[in-house]
C-alpha cells in the first residue's frame, strides 16, 4: 500500500481511538494527517514524472503547502463545467479545507474538536483520493498539478 | 487589502443562510457563519453547521454533501470574493461544548 494510503488508514485509526470519548489530541492527530495523506497523494504522483527515481524525495521537498491551494483553476464557463473542470474544482475545495483544518489542528489548541467535524474532514481526505484517482490522468489534471507545484500558467 | 463583495452583502447571504436551514431541517438545527481572512490571508467565509443527531452519526456524507452544494449555487463565492469554509458538529456536541459561535 502507497504512504498516502497508510497515513490516510492512520487518520482513521487515530479519530477512533478513544470511543466514544475521544481526546483532543487523538481528534488533533487524526486531522493533521488526513491532511498530510492527501498531500502525499499528490505528491507521489508529481514526483513519479521525475526519471530518476533517487532524486524524487527531494523534488517531493520542493512542495509548498501555501502555494499548493492557492494554486488558480479557471473553468472555461462556469455555469457548465466538463464532468473533469468539476473533479478538478472538487479536489481544490477539499484540499484547500483539509489544509485550513490541519492548520488549525496542529497550531490552533483554542479550537475544540467534534467528533462530527473530524469525521467529514476525514470524508474530504477520502474524496481528494476518489477523485484524483479518478483523473489523475486527464491532461487538465497533471496541467494543474503543475500549478500547485508552481508552475506559472502559459 | 481589498474588501470582497460578501462584506457588502452581508443581508443577503443572511436571507439566503435563513432561507437553506428552514428548508434543510430537521438534519440541519442551524447554520451559523462569518467572514474573515483565512490563514493564507484570504477572505473567506466561515460556516458552522450544526446537524442533528441522526444525521451527523448516520447520513454524515450525504447531508454535509447536501448542505455544501446548496450553499455553493445560493450563494455565488467566486463572486462575492470569498473562499467557503465548512465545519460540522451534532446538537449533542454543541450542547457538550457550549461554544457561543455555533449556538
Known amino acids: 500500500m502507497a504512504y498516502a494510503d497508510d497515513l490516510l488508514q492512520d487518520a482513521r485509526h487515530l479519530a477512533a481511538r478513544g470511543g466514544k470519548k475521544p481526546k483532543q489530541s487523538s481528534l488533533r492527530r487524526a486531522v493533521s494527517t488526513a491532511y498530510y495523506a492527501a498531500f502525499h497523494l499528490l505528491v507521489a504522483d508529481f514526483v513519479a514524472n521525475y526519471r530518476v527515481a533517487g532524486e524524487r524525495p527531494r523534488l517531493g521537498r520542493m512542495f509548498e503547502h501555501r502555494r499548493m491551494s492557492g494554486a488558480a483553476f479557471e473553468v472555461k464557463d462556469r455555469q457548465n463545467p466538463t464532468p473533469i473542470e468539476a473533479d478538478i474544482k472538487k479536489m481544490i475545495a477539499d484540499f484547500a479545507q483539509l489544509q485550513k483544518e490541519r492548520f488549525e489542528a496542529d497550531y490552533n489548541v483554542g479550537r475544540s474538536w467534534s467528533p462530527t467535524d473530524v469525521n467529514r474532514t476525514l470524508e474530504r481526505a477520502e474524496d481528494v483520493f476518489t477523485v484524483w484517482r479518478r483523473i489523475r490522468k486527464e491532461k487538465l489534471a497533471q496541467h494543474h498539478l503543475m500549478s500547485m507545484f508552481g508552475a506559472r500558467h502559459d | ?103
Open chain 2, 1 to 103: 487589502m481589498v474588501m470582497p463583495a460578501a462584506v457588502r452583502q452581508q443581508a443577503k447571504i443572511r436571507d439566503e443562510v435563513r432561507a437553506l436551514e428552514e428548508e434543510l431541517k430537521p438534519d440541519v438545527i442551524r447554520i451559523r457563519w462569518d467572514i474573515g481572512e483565512d490563514w493564507r490571508d484570504e477572505w473567506a467565509i466561515f460556516f458552522r453547521i450544526v446537524l442533528s443527531d441522526d444525521a451527523a452519526q448516520h447520513r454524515l456524507r450525504e447531508v454535509a454533501k447536501n448542505v455544501e452544494q446548496l450553499l455553493a449555487e445560493r450563494l455565488d463565492f467566486p463572486e462575492l470574493g470569498v473562499f467557503a469554509y465548512h465545519n460540522f458538529r451534532s446538537e449533542s456536541e454543541q450542547a457538550a461544548l457550549q461554544e457561543e459561535a455555533w449556538a
